[in-house]
């Protein structure tokens, strides 16, 4: 079912926004998809961290157009007063036949055509280097949404914030968070990662890394909210 916001860029759009992501990781289904680019597009600048959802999203769409990694369909979005990301990206037909007039006069390339023989020798070349220095070829990667809470309302959630993001290894990188009311005075922390899947475990990370020493000085239990292939 399509989805229409209005005026995002506004303080009452931004707001409207930022409650639709409260309980979202994007703006349809579970997965990154065009619908995350139409409102991405629509933004005239990155939002303040004080619509912290639209913040977290925003940041997270992101990274995910840097790395190419937005897939899905989506199931339709609009925004009122601008144009779709279809409509956006498509160029007109005529310039479309004149770039495509312009590639004619550049050399021919079959990009279907059966690999020539440089061709091979390149990618052999660039197989032999990636073996000679030891990289592991990357696997896909995975976004996921954690809930870290603590002992209680005495525990310094800067401090585990801090903790927990000084866990460092390969593969991992700690993304936008935020402090979420649990009730009786306490908070707990819930905060975007990113993983390589070949190389991060989460319930490895949560049980070697995250409830043992000398994190678990803060963190009481962790929990994973959402779990998005990228």
């Known amino acids: 079912m399509a989805v229409t916001f209005y005026g995002v ?6 707001k409207k926004l930022d409650e639709y992501l409260l309980t979202r990781s994007y703006i349809s289904g579970y997965q990154a998809s065009k619908d995350d680019i139409t409102v991405h597009a629509a933004l005239s600048k990155a939002p ?14 992101e990274s995910l157009l840097r790395i190419s ?11 009122e007063g601008f144009a779709p990301v279809d409509a956006v990206a498509t160029p007109p037909a005529e310039d479309t036949k004149a ?3 312009e590639d004619d006069d550049d050399d021919d390339v ?5 690999e020539t ?10 197989a032999a280097a990636v ?6 070829k990357e696997s896909g990667k995975s976004s996921v949404l954690l809930d870290v809470k603590p002992w209680d309302d005495e525990t310094d959630m800067k401090k585990l914030e801090e903790a927990v993001r000084s866990i ?9 968070s935020k402090l979420v009311p649990v009730g009786y005075g306490i908070k707990k922390l819930q905060i975007m990662l990113t993983i390589v899947d070949d190389l991060v475990s989460v319930d490895d990370l949560i049980e070697e890394q995250l409830t043992v020493e000398p994190t678990n000085e803060y963190v009481q239990s962790c929990d994973i909210v959402a779990f998005n292939k990228i």
């Open 99 to 101: 770039t495509a007039a």
């Open 131 to 136: 073996k000679a220095s030891g990289k592991k």
């Open 117 to 126: 023989e440089e061709e091979k020798k390149a990618a052999e070349a660039r």
């Open 69 to 79: 990694g937005v897939s899905g369909e989506g199931c339709g979005v609009t925004i």
């Open 48 to 61: 303040s961290s004080e619509y912290v959802n639209v913040s977290r999203w925003y940041n997270h769409i």
């Open 9 to 14: 860029n506004s303080g009452s759009g931004l």
């Open 168 to 176: 460092k290894m390969e593969g991992l990188l700690w993304g936008a």
């Open 110 to 114: 079959d990009l279907f055509g059966e």
